[in-house]
């Protein structure tokens, strides 16, 4: 019999593959994992917001119309009803890094708001339409949509 698994808690299987993700990716400079379900991968680094220690977390990104050379990443956390950590991390120090097949770049982070996070919102369900089902499911919470723009 299989095991009805929570969609507020990610299966143990995922949370290893969390784990071990950005050391692949970045072992194999996003040779390897670098694509998922059909997106682009990166790795963010953030400081922990109370333990100041780095923090990396592999993320599906697309660069928006607007603005090629940013990144937008989403909180999904897969439909789960709180933010996911890297999330809260930003919204404490919004400087950080992300590797992208084999770069690595500063980057400010900034919540998208309004008719900008609708635009990104409507271009992310038009790449992957699987995100609607996780606004449902995360239906307490308005999913975060955050730009993460390269800065010198």
């Known amino acids: 019999m299989l095991r009805r698994v929570s969609p507020t808690r990610p299966s143990a299987l995922v949370r290893v593959f969390w784990k071990i ?3 692949v990716y970045r072992w ?3 040779r390897l994992l670098g694509h998922l379900a059909g997106m682009d991968v990166l790795v963010l680094e953030t400081r922990g917001r109370r333990s100041g220690a780095p923090r990396a977390t592999c993320l599906t990104y697309f660069a928006p119309r607007e603005a090629r050379d940013a990144f937008v990443v989403i909180g999904s956390f897969l439909g789960a009803p709180r933010d996911p950590a890297w999330v809260h991390n930003l919204r404490s120090d919004p400087v950080a890094h992300v ?3 084999g770069r690595r ?3 400010r982070a900034r919540e ?3 008719d900008e996070r609708a ?3 409507s271009e992310l369900v038009a790449i992957q339409p699987d ?3 996780y606004e449902g499911l995360a239906a307490r919470r308005t999913i975060p949509v955050v730009v993460l723009e390269p800065t010198r």
């Open 21 to 23: 993700h950005p050391v």
């Open 28 to 30: 194999s400079r996003g």
């Open 99 to 101: 590797d992208v097949r």
């Open 105 to 107: 770049l500063r980057v």
């Open 112 to 114: 998208a708001a309004g």
């Open 119 to 121: 635009r990104l919102w």
């Open 131 to 133: 995100y609607r089902r």
